[in-house]
């Protein structure tokens, strides 16, 4: 379970649920809604989510987005002649 202030977490599911999703093109209503409804989520009570918080879980979606996307492309060290 996780909620609101675990950030990370949520960046990380939501570009498990969403991987073509741009985040950064998401208004928060619809981001808002797409956290709620991930597995998992549990909104602890009285523990009101903000503006503030929507943004930083955009940012941490798109920063997972990015990474993945980047390890993909790049799937590691090649030297640049063979080793002799």
Known sequence: MYSWTDIDE???????A???????Q?????LRERVEALDG???ESGHNV????????QQA????REDIEH???NPGYTPPTAYR
């Not at 969403?18 to 950064?24: I, N, R, T, V, Y």
């Not at 998401?26 to 619809?30: A, S, V, Y």
């Not at 503006?51 to 879980?57: F, G």
């Open 10 to 16: 949520i960046g990380y599911q939501l570009y498990e």
């Open 18 to 24: 969403h991987p073509d999703k741009d985040p950064l």
């Open 26 to 30: 998401m208004q928060f209503t619809e």
């Open 41 to 43: 989520f549990q909104a």
């Open 50 to 57: 903000n503006e503030q918080i929507l943004e930083a879980i």
């Open 61 to 64: 979606w798109h920063r997972e």
């Open 71 to 73: 390890d993909e492309d």
